[in-house]
Nanobody, 117 residues
Framework: QVQLVESGGGLVQPGGSLRLSCAAS????????MGWYRQAPGKEREWVAV???????NYADSVKGRFTISRDNVKNTVYLQMDSLKPEDTAVYYC???????????WGQGTQVTVSS
């Protein structure tokens, strides 16, 4: 089994920055992708960003240019640097790992990000 533990959420003013972390532990084989999703109150969970095993990254249009996803393969950890935060970025953020063989998906417990003055 694989466990994902997130950290780094909190309250920040508009225009501010936060860095989320998600560390995996347990029976980790090869990781295909690491990513982030978010869910705002009353809305469905939406994809935010992903980094694939080869290093390619992709972002939702709503965060492109403001958020940066990165990873530490030794620590089995993925990060989400969030800059120029907006109130509409307020949500619970979840990390997601897909293992190899593909189809094995794991989720973090979620961390609250609140952007408000």
């Amino acid at each position: 089994q694989v466990q994902l533990v997130e950290s780094g959420g909190g309250l920040v003013q508009p225009g501010g920055s936060l860095r989320l972390s998600c560390a995996a532990s347990g029976r980790i084989s090869s990781i295909y992708s690491m990513g982030w999703y978010r869910q705002a109150p009353g809305k469905e969970r939406e994809w935010v960003a992903v980094i694939i095993s080869g290093g390619n990254t992709n972002y939702a249009d709503s965060v492109k240019g403001r958020f940066t996803i990165s990873r530490d393969n030794v620590k089995n950890t993925v990060y989400l640097q969030m800059d120029s935060l907006k109130p509409e970025d307020t949500a619970v953020y979840y990390c997601h790992f897909e293992m190899i063989p593909r189809g094995y998906n794991y989720w973090g417990q979620g961390t609250q990000v609140t952007v408000s003055s």
